[in-house]
C-alpha cells in the first residue's frame, strides 16, 4: 500500500524567521526573555552592522520591542520578543517538527 507524505516546502515557511540568523535572534532571545544589543552581538557573534539589519527587520514585522535608555550616561539598546513575535516562532518551530514528526519516525 503506497505512502502518502506530505513534502514540507520551504515557500510554507516563516521567511523572516527562516532566514539563518534572525532564527538565531529570536531562539537567544526566546530563551533570555531579554538582551542587549550588545549581548546579541557577543553571543551570536555578529558585527554591529549586521546586528542592526536584522533587528530592524525583526521590529519592522512586531516580531520584537526595542527599548532605548541610559544607563549610567551610556546608552543601551535592549530587546525582546513581542506576543506576535513568540506566536511566529512557536508556528515556524510546530510546522518544522510535524514535518520532521512524519518522515523521522
Known sequence: ????????????LNQVIHER??????????AAREASFSELKEE???????LNLHMKV?????YVAVRKEFVRRRP???YQTTARGR???????????????????
Do not use: C
Not at 500500500?1 to 510554507?12: A, I, K
Not at 540568523?21 to 526566546?30: E, G, H, P, Q, V
Not at 551570536?44 to 549586521?50: A, C, I, S, V
Open 1 to 12: 500500500m503506497p505512502r502518502s507524505y506530505t513534502v514540507l516546502r520551504f515557500q510554507d
Open 21 to 30: 540568523t534572525r532564527l538565531a535572534i529570536m531562539s537567544y532571545l526566546i
Open 76 to 78: 543601551r539598546t535592549t
Open 44 to 50: 551570536l557573534r555578529l558585527t554591529d552592522g549586521n
Open 58 to 62: 525583526l521590529e519592522k514585522n512586531g
Open 87 to 105: 506566536r511566529e516562532f512557536a508556528n515556524y518551530v510546530a510546522l518544522l517538527e510535524s514535518a520532521l514528526g512524519r518522515h523521522w519516525r
